[in-house]
């Protein structure tokens, strides 16, 4: 089993920055594991955001971040981040980590593990 647990989330203006992160643990995690970010807003589905290989140099964007938010992992800590830039109010949601395993880094395809979510909220 593996256990995500994500922080950072808060309160920003629009144009501000904030960095979530997303530390797993587990017997069975692997850092050769897909971890990606997805969001959730109010009335609506959830939907991609970000998906990263092992070390991070292999990344998929959906448009709607690509260029304002920056995935990053340090594997020693078991540690994911998100780091979001240039924030607008349309990126309020609950932002949730997800680890796949396997090493596809793609838009599409199942997320084994998820984690409970941490509230952004941008103000304009």
């Known amino acids: 089993q593996v256990q995500l647990v994500e922080s950072g989330g808060g309160l920003v203006q629009a144009g501000g920055s904030l960095r979530l992160s997303c530390v797993a643990s587990?017997?069975?995690?692997?850092?050769?594991?897909?971890m990606g970010w997805f969001r959730q807003a109010p009335g609506k589905a959830r939907e991609f955001v970000v998906v990263?290989?092992?070390?991070?140099?292999?990344?998929f964007y959906a448009d709607s971040v690509k260029g304002r938010f920056n995935i990053s992992r340090d594997n020693a800590k078991n540690t994911m981040y998100l780091l979001m830039n240039s924030l607008k109010p349309e990126d309020t949601a609950v932002y949730y980590c997800?680890?796949?395993?396997?090493?596809?880094?793609?838009?599409?395809?199942?997320?084994?593990?998820w984690g409970q979510g941490t509230q952004v909220t941008v103000s304009s």
């Open positions: 990263c290989n092992w070390s991070g140099g292999s990344t």
């Open positions: 997800a680890v796949r395993k396997s090493t596809i880094v793609t838009m599409t395809g199942r997320f084994d593990y």
């Open positions: 587990g017997r069975t995690f692997s850092n050769n594991y897909a």
